[in-house]
T-cell receptor
Framework: EPEVTQTPSHQVTQMGQEVILRCVPISNHLYFYWYRQILGQKVEFLVSFYNNEISEKSEIFDDQFSVERPDGSNFTLKIRSTKLEDSAMYFC??????????FGPGTRLTVT | QKEVEQDPGPLSVPEGAIVSLNCTYSNSAFQYFMWYRQYSRKGPELLMYTYSSGNKEDGRFTAQVDKSSKYISLFIRDSQPSDSATYLCAMSDGNYGQNFVFGPGTRLSVLP
């Protein structure tokens, strides 16, 4: 069964460093998303992406964040200058032309 | 008032019990309702998806939506220890690529 994959599973970085989180969505899906979940808290929407552009973003997704689909399979989230409060699980999700979003296993980002 | 509310639990039930999980919401524009299961430190796994009001059944799972009361439910019949997880409701007001608003989740333990 096709699934969303994410790499790395765990990323440790120092405050102020740039990180890139990678996702491979399900191949025939057209809509891509990033969510984050701070430990013990709810899943929060960051950004949605369709047709090579951002379709919606939340207040969390400020100028420090960017997304890119560099080729036909990968979808990336970049955090330019990480802060301690960026420590969280980051989930990529994708959907076909439906409302059923399928999530990847997540990348645990630890900022020290 | 929070946009989507769930009783955080934990909810403990004996194996074989019928489990009822619920969410209330405040935004009357929500039309699409999803239930996800999340095991510890894993990505949310889509269980059920419903549109507007009504019931939907899939195996041991039944989802109900009552838009007039802004209340959705997930019933699990013949619960198993493997059902032990956090259950998240999520909802959207429509349009492809629209972000989901998640509830905080209910932690369920099914005891053998």
């Amino acid at each position: 069964e096709p699934e969303v994959t994410q790499t790395p599973s765990h990323q440790v970085t120092q405050m102020g460093q740039e990180v890139i989180l990678r996702c491979v969505p399900i191949s025939n899906h057209l809509y891509f998303y990033w969510y984050r979940q701070i430990l013990g808290q709810k899943v929060e929407f960051l950004v949605s992406f369709y047709n090579n552009e951002i379709s919606e973003k939340s207040e969390i997704f400020d100028d420090q964040f960017s997304v890119e689909r560099p080729d036909g399979s990968n979808f990336t989230l970049k955090i330019r200058s990480t802060k301690l409060e960026d420590s969280a699980m980051y989930f990529c999700a994708s959907s076909e032309q439906s409302y059923e979003q399928y999530f990847g296993p997540g990348t645990r980002l630890t900022v020290t | 008032q929070k946009e989507v509310e769930q009783d955080p639990g934990p909810l403990s039930v004996p194996e074989g019990a019928i489990v009822s999980l619920n969410c209330t919401y405040s935004n009357s524009a929500f039309q699409y309702f999803m239930w996800y299961r999340q095991y510890s430190r894993k990505g949310p796994e889509l269980l059920m998806y419903t549109y507007s009001s009504g019931n939907k059944e899939d195996g041991r799972f039944t989802a109900q939506v009552d838009k007039s009361s802004k209340y959705i439910s997930l019933f699990i019949r013949d619960s198993q220890p493997s059902d032990s997880a956090t259950y998240l409701c999520a909802m959207s007001d429509g349009n492809y690529g629209q972000n989901f608003v998640f509830g905080p989740g209910t932690r369920l333990s099914v005891l053998p």
